[in-house]
Every structure is written in structure tokens, then in C-alpha cells.
């Protein structure tokens, strides 16, 4: 039993380069396994918690303005458990040199127990002391360098109001805080959320005894759209803006998605690395079986069991995955520590609560022994057959074999003879070449996807910000201004351009689907706010109908030419029938669009706008006109296009990590792969090749054969492996699709070319790794006789 | 050919084996040579040194004009493709090429080659061409061997026990071979072997015992093979 331990650890020595090898793939596997099923565990787990400790709303009611009755009226509804009536407003803020934008929302006086509570991290409750107290949201707060006992001048219907930080606090309701779904990344300097004493909040918007929004959590197990209905029916005296189910939350849904892809992430991932491995480790196995035949009919002659000679060889399947596992689940809790903080530079949440899961280790160790194992058994189920009788006989020759691409005649005689010797040699182990395609084939697609998801965010942002929003600076207003009032903002110095815009919610309805929506009316024939087909050409927004973006056409059932009916969110306004007239493609956000002469007839309104979008002279006059525009009492927000592009290119970065990390691990499998077959090809050639050493072949030509062997699999690797990825690009990019947001697939020529150029890179790594064990094959091998 | 003084040594951790000493012998152009010894006489170690696939420690080795005992990997390596001949006791074929595409392997790499398919053709191999060597008995492995070494017309045919493998028939009839390649074409011949009875039909018998030439005898009236006997 010692002495066959032994033997094992002689024969691991022998071909330590690919048991290292091995050993790299199943660790990758186990690290991923453990650390994203960490980071899975973690980001659930806390949230879950935090939601439960800080009474997370499952629905959200807003309103232009109810009294505060309503809450009562809600609360006394049988499903509803607790309510909680807010004033919820935007308003501008000058802050670190920059425009910024806070929502502020009101908190009860004198702390109670509200839906949606506030974690405080710094600083205390309000106090008696005043009624100018705020509590800052901390990633604002930290990201502006506030102290409690700042002041902050937020612009109030046009006056700035003095409010002093009484601390900084958390709240499940931001742990990601956008201003709106529209918006990918957050921009903790740009936006935060400030809460106020409720009873101040009422005076300084002219509130009082009124809310115009309700958190509501609901009695476990209550229909989600049936209570949504009765509150709306409810409520229907106060003009309800809209309703958001936790779902659609703009926080909530990021944090689930982004648990979402963690979790198939975290099972597709490894598998792939796992696969991998057990595809080498049954040609490695099969290798060594076969090589060994004579020794294991020695030992079954000298009375050992098929079971026991099967063991000796499983160990090996065992010891890889064993050492594995440990190794990779050690690396996997770092890496997990490491993916839980990266995530949570996104999402907020209390880091206390994360933790290392050492229970991971079971799971992924018996994950691994079953690749391995099932691997190692196909492979050495054979000892079974292998009759003691067999240790006298030596092995049958190695028998050449004319292949199918023979019979293509001219193909065939146009090759020399090296090709000829690859090929039939490929042709002639069909199951390991296959098998090696594999991990190829999983490389290429690794890096074809990483390479497109970047190539299609560039697409977006240059989409985005070079062709759809072509201005410089977009003004909210705080009320409907004509087009008088609209030209004192077009005569401002340095503006070259404007067009106004209106922008309001609405409810679409296609018989019982419905849906709310953005409506954003732009002029007939804009210029600088365009709206685009999916080939990126600008579609002209009709006077008679709307634009919709495709995703909503299928979720609502709508094709142009149906009839969708519209309930805008302004006083007074009923249900209009509209034609759809076309489709567009809405990368960030999701609005119905239709010209400012479509506003008139479906609104019946005159003309008007909410908003405008304004392009400079030059980009240096920039800063210039946002202060004149922030001086003026009408303006509510100032957003600058650079600003928000700057941010979510900044955010990009990430993605550039992570792009080169996917790509070193396709470097990973694809040399892995490579070395272990080849490995496997020069060893079993020796004899071939030092023969050919003799004959007087130059090294490089004695090279070229297991070379060229290589690149053919890689070839066939890429010619599978392209449309692999495309494939799984296409389907994580249509993933990421929600209503918020839509991600382009765009992979061109150059995200295949590139593709290419890697691979063929990694397999030249892997070459030159192989060149040595090519040079030192020993000429005198042709004199020894057959094994 | 000239073999003088040559001397070779391994080193193999602490200790130093002494494969070959003080060599010295000559083939001259046209010969059929025989060196004779038992394993582990040094017999290999000429063999790798002439055939270039070594160099010797000390001492030098003339062919054509040149000390091949200086040459580089490179220039060794063009030696063997350009001057020598080799023929292995286990044939040494590629098993995934035809017999035609085994000699025209050579050829490729070969300055001034001969017509393959006329050089298997004169081996008896004429209607062998398309078979794999797994498809051949060990004789004609052997004589596909012979034709791949012949095809390039090299300089010295250097074979290694070129009869071990086969059996007596077989390897009376490669011996045949060889001595009508030597007597018909001219071309030198060396035999290196551990069987004595060969050592009849050569022109020249090298005896080798303990890495040094134990004897040199000249052959006056060599037998023809047909009538060695073992």
C-alpha cells in the first residue's frame, strides 16, 4: 500500500507540468465556486437583514398633493401592516464647486418607527434645537467631505435655505442611489438624499397638513397588484402620479439583478473550468493507463484486485481534486471578501454583516470530486479488461490510417508532408482533439463575450451621448413655461441652440396590459435630442401618434399602427386613444415620444415644455451658463451631458478590470489545455521525433509538427468558439435588459479579429512553454527498442 | 573517414563513465565496414559520434574534409541530413505515413534526393508504396527504412544492428541489400553489430571491447551473404 503511495507520487513527479496544470483550472473553478457563491450569499443575506431591520416599503404612492388623512385612510386597509406619509421633492444644491441635485424627504419631528427607516451613521437625530436640521445620506456625505454640524444651501423655490447637518445616515430604500432608473451608475457627489424634520419640510413647500408620497408595507402573503389597485381606487381623489411595486424599485431592482447574474454567474463559471479539467484529466488518465497496461497486468498477476489497481489510479482524480478544492476555497474566501467589497463600492450596505463561508468548502470539494472522479473512472474503467496474461505482450503498433480529406485528392496532394503527419494524426486521436477543442473553444468564447460586452458599452455611450443627446446642458423646470419664457433661456450668451422639451409620467394602457412610463415630447424636426431607429438613423417624432421603444412594444403587445391608450399624470387630464407609429431603440430609460404638436392634441394643451435642451457656442462657456440658469427662479435642476458621461465612463473601469481578468482566464484554459495535449502528443511521439532529429530536421521543423497540430485545433477551436460566444453575448446582453435600460449587442469584425489575434497569442504562450520539452528529447531514444 | 584518438565521457552526478578512449580507425571511400563488439563496448558511442548525433570529449573525426567534432548543433544537424544514411534496428518509420510519404519525407529536407517511387521500386517495394508501416512486415519496414536512407544519397550508410529485429531469412536478405548498395552504387557501408558471423562479408572488421579498438582486420576476400550463417 506504501510502496503503490510511492509509485503514485514518482508518476505525479513525472508529469508535474500537467498536474500543475490540472491543479490551476480545478482551483480557478473552486475559487470562482466559492467566491461568487460568497459574494451571493453575502449581498442576499444583508440585504434580506437590512430590508427586515429598517422596514423596507413594498409599494411607493406619489402624488401631486393628498392631506394627510390618506395615510390613515391606507393604513385602515386590511392587507396594509404600516404606512408612512412623505414630502418628497428634488431640489438643486451647490456643493465641492459643483451642481448637484438632493431629493429631500421628510422624517417624523421627534423619531418613530417609519416605513423606510434611516440608519443613523453619524451624528444624532434631529433634536428640539430648530427646525433647519438635516440628516445627509452618507455617500453623499462622505463623497462631498461633509461634517455634521456643515451647513448645506439647497435652492428652494428659488431661495437658498440654510440647513445644518444634525448627522449622516443609511437607508435600505438608497443602497443604490440613482435619481432615477434611467441612470446606470450612481454619482455620490452629484446626487444624495437629505431628510428634514417632516413639520419643516410641509412650510418650506407650502405642505402643510399634505404629503405627496406613501410608503406602504404590506401583511405577508397579500396579492401585490390586487392591493395596488384598491390603493389607487383608494386614492383616486388625490391625482396618484404613480405607483412603484418594491420590484421596480430603482435601488431594489439593481441590488436583485445584480444578484441575479451573481448566482448564474457563480454556477455557469466554475462548470466551465471544471469541465476543462476533467476533459484532461480523461485524456491524461487514459494516457497513463495505457501506457502502464504492463505494470497494472504485473500487479493483477501478483494477485491485487481490479477494485484496488482502479483506487491507485482514481487517487490521482482524488488528489486534484482534494488539493484543489483546499486551495481554491481559501483563495475563493479572499477573492469572495474582495468581490463582496467591490460590490458594495455600488451597493451600500452595512459591511459588518459580511462574511467568509467556510461551509462553501464541502459543496465545492465534492463539486470537484465528481468532475474529477467521473473522469478519472471513464478512464480508467479499462484495468478492468487489462488480463494479467497482457504484462508478456507487448503493445500493438501504432497503425496509420488513411482520413477522409484524403479522398479531396487535389487538397491532399497540395499538402507537404508535415501537415500530412498533423493531420493524420489529429484524425487518428479524434477524441482527444475534440476534447482539447473544448477548452479552446470555452476560451474563445470567454473572450469573444468580454471583448463584446465592452465593445457594446462603447457603442451605448457613444450612442448615447454623441448621437441621441448631441447637447450640452438639459434645464428642468419647475413649472410649464410658453414659449416667451422659453426664449429668455435661448437668449442666454454662448447658447447656439434650443429646443424645448416636455417631460411627464403616463399610463399606457393595451387592453390589459399597461404600463407607467415616461412621455417625452421634442420638437418636429430635432436636432440636438434626437430619437433613433436600432440602426442608429434619427426617426422623426410624429405630430399625430407616438414613438415607443421596442422592449416596451413587447412587453405591452403593441406593433405600429395599434392604438395604445395614454393617461398622463397632470391634473385634470383623462385617458386619450393614440396610435403608435413607430419603434425606436431607448438605451437608457424607457419613454413614449412624441413631437410638441402630439403634446396639443393628446394632451390638449397649448404649447409649453417642462424642460429644454440646450448646445453652446463652445464647451468652455460650460460652467458660465449653468450659473446664469441656476440664478434664474423658474430653473428647478441643471444637469451638464459631460458630467453624467464622465461619471458612468469613470464607473467603466470596472468593466475594463474585469474584461482583462475574464481574458486571463480564457489565457488560463486555453494553455492549460494546450500544454496538457501536446504534453501528452510529444511524449507518446518521442520516438517519431527524435527519429526525425536524426534524419537531420532542424529543431524548428521537428517543432513545427506538435506546433502545427496546435494551431489547426486552435483554428478549429475558433471557428466554433466565435459563434459559441456570440451566442452567450447575445443572450447576457439581452439579460441586462430591463425597463430601464437597454444594452446594444454590438460585436463588428474588429471584436472577432481580436478575438483571434488572442487565442492564437495563447496558444504561441503555450509553444513556447512546450519548446523545451521538444529540445530535450534525446536522439538516442532511436536506438532503444520497443517498450 | 578518419577516427583519431577519440575519447568520450558522461558525466552523471559524481561519477564519470568513460564510454570511449583513445579510438583511433579510418573507413576509407567504398568499404563495407563492420564494428563488432558486445553491449556496452562503446559500439553505441561510435555510432552516435560518426552519425553526429554527439561529439566526442576529445580527439577529432574527419569526413569529407571536415572535423565534425567542432561542428555546431546546426552544422551536425546538416550533416546528418546531408552526409549520412541511417538505418535502425526497429526501422524507425513514422507510422503515419505511406511508405512512398516516409521516404519522400526525406527528400524535403534533402539537397540533391533520388526518385523515391525508383529507389522503393529497386527494394522490392514496388507494389508497397500506399501501405502504412503498420500494414508491412518487418523486413519491409526495413527495406522502406533502407530506401529512405538511400534517397538522399548520402555519403556513408551508417546502420545500426539493421538485422536485430528480423528474423534469419529476413535479415540475410537486408544484408544482401546492403552489400549489393555497396558493391553496385559504391557506397560506403558501416554495420554496427553485436553479430559476429556479419563480420564475414566485410571488407573491414572493427573489433570494439570496453570503449577502446581492441582490433583492426582487413577482409581480402570477403563471403557474399548469401552464405553467412548464425
Redesign the interface.
Known sequence: MKILLRKLKRDLWQSKGQFISVLVLVIIGVMFYSGINATYRNLTETSEKYYKDYRMGDLWISFFKAPESAEEEVRALPFVKMATGRVVRDAKLDISGDNAVVRLISMPDTRTEVVNDIDIKSGSYFSDAGNSQCLVEQEFFEANGLEVGDCIYPVINGVEVKLSIAGSVKSPEFVYSVRDSAEIMPDNKRFGIVYLKKSYEQAIFGYEGSINDLSVILEEGTDIGKARDEIRDLLKDYTVTGITERKDQSSNRMLTEEIKGLQSLGGFFPILFFVVAAAIIYITMSRLVENQRTQIGVLKAFGFTDMFVLAHYLSYSVILAVTGSIIGSVFGMLLGKGFTEMENMYFKLPPADMKLYPELVLPATLLTLLFCLLAGYNSCKRVFRIMPSEAMKTRA?????KILLERIGILWRGL??NW??VL??IF?YKKRALLSSTGVIFAVAITFVSLSMNSSVNYLIDQQYSNIQDYDIKVGFSRMLNMEELNSVESLPYVKKMEPVVETGVEITNGWRKKDIAFTALVSKPEIYKVVDKNGLPVDPPDNGILIPERLSVELGLKPGDMAELKPYLPGKDKREVRVSGLIVQYLGSSAYGSMESVARIFGEGRFANSAVLKLDGSEHEKEVIEKLKKMPVVSSVQSKSDSKENLIKNMDMMMTSVLLMILLAAVLAVAVIYNIATINIFERQ??L??L???????N?VRNLIFNENYLLTAFGIILGLPLGRLIGGYMMSMYQTDAYTFPFIAGMDVYAITAVFIICFTILANLILRKKIKVIN??E?????E | MEVKNVSKEYVMGEVTVKAAADMSFSIEAGEFVVILGPSGSGKSTVLNMVGGMDRPTGGEIWVEGRNIAELSDKELTLYRRNSIGFVFQFYNLMPNLTALENVELVMQTSEAPLDAREVLRELGLGERLDNFPSQLSGGEQQRVALARALVKNPVLLLCDEPTGALDYQTGKSILKLLNDINKNKRKTVVIITHNAAIAAMADKVIRVRSGQVESLEMNSDPLPPERIEW
Open positions: 503498433p501504432v497503425k496509420g490510417r507537404r508532408y500530412k503527419m493524420r494524426n487518428r520516438r517519431e527524435a527519429t532529429k536524426v534524419l537531420g530536421f532542424k529543431d521543423e536522439m538516442v532511436v536506438l532503444k527498442s520497443n
